[in-house]
């Protein structure tokens, strides 16, 4: 492998040198602390790994708040213990046992490609992603249950209703952790699910009373 | 799972509208063709979902450029086409397959939880992570091949030579992956490895030559 | 002095930018009011400079409402004109006898850790706070007097007890203001004394005739 | 004083009631681990009492991340061992020591009744002041330096000049604490100085290069 591992590209170095400098710089004394005291995240977010959501700067991010878990799709699977290599399902677990966050936020967002690719491969118009040795197609049919709820209400816009469904779907899996259910039950955390429109900017949450998403 | 789901703390909605008014605003041009034309990221990162570490922010990262996926350790497994969910495979095949990114940063950090848990449950201290149940021990077993390495050097800081390790292993597993040895090959893209130091800002990087994480 | 004030860390530039864009906005018309007309706040709060306590959203503040004292423990000293500086009896007189405030409340809270301090002092554990030198050990010096009340009703909970105390010795201390006795004696102003649970969230308040705290 | 401590007033009843049931309600959580695990606010602030000045709303502060001490004026006395009572000295002894809070801001602001009434003391116009009884006129005397500095310079608005001397009195009488001092020194903790103007909600900060107030 190690000849294929490169320096750092300069413009990377430079950037870094910049925030050295400067944000590093007036930060100094809290980064300090909090590697000798450890974090102590209020909250935890699973959101995509698309690079148009700036998941720190929405939320005015503090170093030291959020614990932040990025995958395709924003997806979280079912509760399988089955002593397979789970990523999600551990940062989730590490998250609620052992941080013991307070928000659990699932942040989805629109033109997103993972739910596009769901899309159409549950439509049978991408037959590559249907291929067992595709690790983006296999990953996207967590969210093959909500395509399904989508087919049947029959939308205007039924990729948007499917980037809608990534977050429910994924809620309801975290409902599958028994530690999950456990922290809720006992009022110890909440859940959260948002959906950003890359584009205009704008938050809407999924509102359990209606059963929607509703702008902020 | 409905029932659980609540609004978004009112703490967060006042940031996020705060991000709107200036952030997204003077961005907003910007923004609009990101929707519309879709994301081009140059890089993709792996990093952890540690809250200390500001991926973004360190590199200076505008709108669009990094495609970043984050999880518990920084952690990559080897290929394993076996038809499971692998959130981590999934978000590396999409960005070397569809995104062709020019860059695979691997970016770990220092005061690192998880390889904390990992050197304790290989020492034989931590018997809650080696239950089959737990989700974290199973996936910081991927870094296992590190902890013998670290074990065989006998090192005076032994949990911060396996936070390199950690950067290593994952070089090392992405370099199983077919279409990543192909984009590496046809010199499409590059690896990279660095590790953060939280506490003094700094970064080391991993360098073939000498085959040690020498200071940017 | 100069080489060690820094410019302000830019995450709170940003949420300051939030702040002025949204709410400051929409409030613009009722703060040049406020600047121009002077502030008429109805209540005094003398409040615990405590990160957890906020005083203002409990009690839905509103820009101009209450003038906030924050020290630690939330005391008050008695009446002592000897021409040294006295931050807390200087709040109390520029709000009675300059702004004429209508209530005066004492607002204690739970989890402490002024009044545990003092706790800790009086009962001989914490040396340490009993030097002259220090600043916080003299200014808990002020709740003594609670202390030998709660060690002679011997309660369960000692430390909540004195908790309780601070608010009522505060109360008591305020009453050797010459000003404060006029202005309760004429009617123009009513005393209060509350106790937060920072944990539910709860507050008791001091119910005269049963000289208790009781739920609201 | 029993009879002179009556019940809240039900519009403050109804507007705690309303938080409850609201921001506490959706922030329960993160309430109980702040009571069970304790603060560990980041910065602590020193403002005035004044009703119009909206610390933590401005800074979109988080339940938790300061440690806000308010006096009349936002004033430190310089360092006085002298086994008196000292709120203000004491609040900074905790913050610095005991929270080893990172940032320590002094925050200023317009239309200050403190700054006015010490301008008019100091310029002979306000006797009542000036008499060795009043609190708020001997506590004002902190700032009789500034005044000095002010009347040399001779600006177009002595008040305002002076309400900035009212921030960079405090800044050098906090340099006088020992305890400060080291902090600076060892790099645990950074100096700021800001002045906010009511009326149009903007903030300028003290710059040590030129030694001005710029605006933010």
């Given at each position: 492998m190690r000849e294929h591992v490169k320096p750092l590209p300069t413009y990377l170095v430079s950037r870094y040198q910049g925030w050295h400098a400067t944000s590093y710089a007036e930060n100094r004394a809290w980064y300090r602390r909090l590697a000798d005291e450890g974090?102590?995240?209020r909250s935890m977010i699973i959101a995509c790994c698309?690079?148009?959501?700036?998941?720190?700067?929405?939320?005015g991010?503090?170093?030291?708040?959020?614990?932040?878990?990025?995958?395709?799709?924003?997806?979280?699977?079912?509760?399988?213990?089955?002593?397979d290599h789970h990523g999600t399902s551990a940062a989730v677990?590490?998250?609620?046992?052992?941080?013991?966050?307070?928000?659990?936020?699932?942040?989805?967002?629109?033109?997103c490609g993972g739910v596009a690719g769901c899309h159409a491969m549950c439509a049978g118009q991408a037959p590559d992603l249907e291929e067992k040795?595709?690790?983006?197609?296999?990953?996207?049919?967590?969210?093959?249950?909500?395509?399904?709820?989508?087919?049947?209400?029959?939308?205007?816009?039924?990729v948007t209703e499917l980037e809608r469904e990534a977050v429910k779907v994924s809620l309801e899996n975290l409902?599958?952790?028994p530690f999950v259910r456990e922290a809720l039950?006992?009022?110890r955390m909440t859940l959260h699910g948002l959906r950003h429109?890359?584009?205009?900017?704008?938050?809407?949450?999924?509102?359990?009373?209606?059963?929607?998403?509703?702008?902020?």
């Open positions: 974090q102590r995240p698309d690079s148009r959501v700036h998941v720190s700067s929405m939320f991010a503090d170093q030291g708040e959020f614990f932040i878990h990025r995958n395709i799709a924003n997806l979280v699977p079912a509760f399988t213990p089955d002593g677990e590490y998250a609620v046992q052992s941080l013991k966050v307070a928000h659990l936020i699932v942040l989805g967002h629109s033109n040795s595709s690790f983006t197609g296999t990953w996207l049919n967590i969210l093959r249950p909500g395509y399904e709820r989508v087919l049947e209400r029959a939308p205007a816009d039924p409902m599958t952790f039950d006992a009022e429109e890359i584009g205009e900017g704008t938050l809407e949450q999924y509102v359990s009373s209606s059963d929607q998403f509703e702008p902020l």
